[in-house]
């Protein structure tokens, strides 16, 4: 699947940091991991932690699918809000799924740390209504959050103007949150797996897979072959075409990095910016002088008609940057799309499908996908362990 096109800003920031090998010869594996991207690099990092003997393979680069063109924001709030998540999963597990998915950055923060990353920051984010009918939402939803005990502010159109200088009616400051650089971040985690001596390879792409009573049997392309007894798919989007379609919708987003700003005292580099327009606008900053600004999703529906809006919705997000803040020139540097997947309930799908047989599946769908990769890897590594995990259930594909 070609899922994403354009000049995704982290390759010419960080470029092709390590070399991988191509799969030459047959081999023997515990667990096989489709897909060398953030959910598969999280995967093998916690199995190869764990003990547990593990090969990594991607059909691609490392990192060249949607990893690189990940905006790399990392917030606990998933696409839907709390308060109306709490109607689908009941009160408890919604509560529950929203301080998984905030002790995750936390979490991640120190595997960066581990891993020798450097491009990871605590941030705040700002939740901000996209106009005014949407006040009661952000109403609604603070209440459920402060009565549960994350950490957040409701501001007033005067507090965020003299605090971030743009005007909405109304904002949620939530204190958690992160920024980093995903594709850096995968290589690095790659590297850590390599080093306690498990294996990853590129370029290297499965093109069937059999069973037997005691194994998979992978076989590449090329002919090798790979007998594992366990295989975690982590191919992301593509994965859908091993379950069903059915679980999730896909979408292109669309991604702008600007060129060099001389000054930004203007700008509070504390916060991540998202709003409540379906779909959302999100920005960040980075390098401390350029701005990540996107959104405008449409459905994916065919690469050549997603990759002829770029121009067209570059310009559309320069005009939604404006409207925040008209004084300043956004000149977008680099601009690129990458396709995303939506679930009915915006939660993830991890852990064990019916139809196939010692598999696994860590699809991170949604706005959230490192946070929900990070919990994947948790859940399937404890699976893997014959070791109950309490939180597997709220991500099962039973819930559907």
């Known amino acids: 699947m070609d899922l994403q096109s354009g000049i995704p800003f982290w390759l010419i920031k960080s470029g092709l940091p390590y070399d991988y090998p191509k799969l030459r010869k047959s081999l023997d594996t515990d667990v096989l991991i489709l897909g060398g991207g953030i959910s598969g690099a999280l995967a093998g990092y916690y199995l190869t932690n764990a003990g547990i003997n593990c090969t990594i393979v991607?059909?691609?680069?490392?990192?060249?699918?949607?990893?690189?063109?990940?905006?790399?924001?990392?917030?606990?709030?998933?696409?839907?809000?709390?308060?109306?998540?709490?109607?689908?999963?009941?009160?408890?597990?919604?509560?529950?799924?929203?301080?998984?998915?905030?002790?995750?950055?936390?979490?991640?923060?120190?595997?960066?740390?581990?891993?020798?990353?450097?491009?990871?920051?605590?941030?705040?984010?700002?939740?901000?209504?996209?106009?005014?009918?949407?006040?009661?939402?952000?109403?609604?939803?603070?209440?459920?959050?402060?009565?549960?005990?994350?950490?957040?502010?409701?501001?007033?159109?005067?507090?965020?103007?003299?605090?971030?200088?743009?005007y909405a009616p109304a904002a949620i400051l939530s204190h958690t949150a992160a920024e980093t650089n995903a594709y850096l971040f995968t290589h690095l985690l790659h590297q850590s797996i390599i080093k306690k001596g498990n294996q990853v390879y590129e370029r290297t792409e499965v093109q069937k897979i059999s069973y037997s009573k005691k194994n998979i049997i992978a076989t590449t392309t090329s002919g090798e072959i790979i007998r594992a007894k366990k295989v975690i798919y982590a191919t992301g989007y593509e994965a859908v075409n091993h379950v069903s379609k059915k679980i999730a919708k896909l979408f292109s987003t669309y991604a702008n990095v600007s060129e060099k700003m001389d000054e930004m005292h203007w700008w509070n580099n504390a916060v991540l910016l998202w709003n409540t327009a379906d779909p959302y606008l999100y920005m960040r900053s980075v390098n401390n002088n350029q701005i990540i600004i996107g959104g405008r999703d449409e459905p994916f529906y065919n690469p050549a008609k997603r990759d002829r809006l770029i121009n067209i919705k570059t310009a559309a997000l320069i005009k939604d940057f404006n409207n925040l803040f008209p004084e300043k020139l956004f000149k977008p540097r680099f601009k690129w799309t990458g396709t995303f997947a939506v679930t009915q309930d915006s939660l993830p799908f991890i852990g064990s499908y019916h139809k196939k047989p010692k598999s696994y599946f860590t699809l991170g769908f949604g706005g959230n996908g490192i946070i929900f990769s990070l919990l994947a890897a948790e859940i399937l590594t404890d699976i893997i362990k014959n070791k109950f995990n309490p939180n597997a259930h709220l991500f099962s594909f039973d819930r559907m």
């Open 58 to 166: 991607d059909a691609r680069e490392i990192g060249m699918g949607s990893t690189c063109a990940s905006t790399s924001l990392l917030q606990y709030e998933l696409d839907m809000p709390l308060h109306k998540l709490k109607n689908i999963t009941g009160i408890d597990n919604a509560v529950k799924i929203y301080r998984l998915c905030e002790e995750a950055i936390g979490k991640l923060q120190k595997i960066a740390a581990d891993v020798g990353l450097k491009e990871f920051a605590n941030k705040k984010s700002l939740y901000f209504a996209a106009g005014k009918k949407h006040v009661p939402l952000l109403k609604d939803e603070y209440r459920i959050r402060k009565e549960n005990n994350f950490k957040v502010d409701f501001l007033e159109g005067t507090e965020i103007k003299k605090e971030y200088n743009f």
